[in-house]
């Protein structure tokens, strides 16, 4: 037997256990990831500077932003029509387009801005999302979105779909809630972290020249992954939904 003061010893090593160096801030007594906040904050400004600019003086015959601007709208509302249908696909447009924009934005901050530059006390500047917490977040906010579309749409007899078509399969349908959000977290981050790591020690290997073919493919990674994660979220919550 071990004695207890093992077990309490484990249990805190365990609580305070981390991947890399981070800058804190304390807010409102809860430690958070301050470089995270800052570069989320940044994409966020972004996001906005460029919706002002493509909303601004529109015209009948778009041109330059507001063009661009229509063109991602487009996009985004092709994802939903093709995930829920045209009976639920516009009051999800706003929530599947602020997941591909919010994901496409800070990945390709962290893919085309030289971030690393900029010096902090700990820790450094890189892409939001190859931080779990931030992914899990995102995950957790889907997770949210599906309940409440097929609560708001069926009510209580939402909860029907976890013995159906036996009952015997309820264990197995509560497991399917919980890997869900597991696999859209995960995923989104292995991506990123994986991609930065590579582009990180080829950079220090061969300077310049080889991680320019990595960081274009990066680029694509990023894309391709934020149209994975939105679209798996509207198939979420057209499961729900149906």
Request: hydrophobic share 55%; glycine share 8%; aromatic share 16%.
């Amino acid at each position: 037997m071990y004695p207890d003061n093992f077990y309490s010893s484990t249990f805190t090593f365990l609580a305070e256990a981390e991947v890399g160096k981070h800058f804190y801030w304390d807010i409102a007594g809860f430690l958070v990831h301050g470089q995270v906040l800052v570069v989320i904050w940044f994409v966020i400004a972004l996001l906005l500077i460029f919706s002002l600019l493509g909303a601004s003086n529109p015209e009948r015959i778009p041109h330059s932003w507001q063009n661009f601007m229509e063109a991602a709208l487009d996009f985004i509302t092709g994802i939903a029509k093709d995930q829920l249908g045209e009976s639920f696909y516009k009051e999800w447009i706003p929530f599947i387009g602020t997941l591909f924009l919010f994901i496409f934005g800070c990945n390709w901050a962290g893919a085309l801005i030289p971030w690393k530059l900029i010096k902090l006390p700990e820790g450094e500047l890189a892409a939001p999302t190859n931080d779990i917490n931030t992914t899990v977040a995102l995950a957790l906010l889907t997770s949210f979105a599906y309940f409440y579309g097929g609560l708001s749409k069926k009510g209580l007899g939402y909860f029907k779909r976890y013995v159906q078509p036996i009952p015997l399969l309820l264990p197995i349908n509560i497991l399917e809630d919980f890997t869900k959000p597991l696999s859209l977290s995960f995923r989104l981050f292995g991506n990123v972290l994986a991609d930065e790591l590579t582009i990180t020690v080829l950079t220090s290997l061969v300077p310049l020249v080889i991680p320019l073919p990595i960081m274009m493919l990066g680029i694509f990674a990023g894309s391709v992954q934020a149209l994975i994660f939105s679209t798996l979220a509207a198939a979420y919550i057209a499961e729900a939904i149906e």
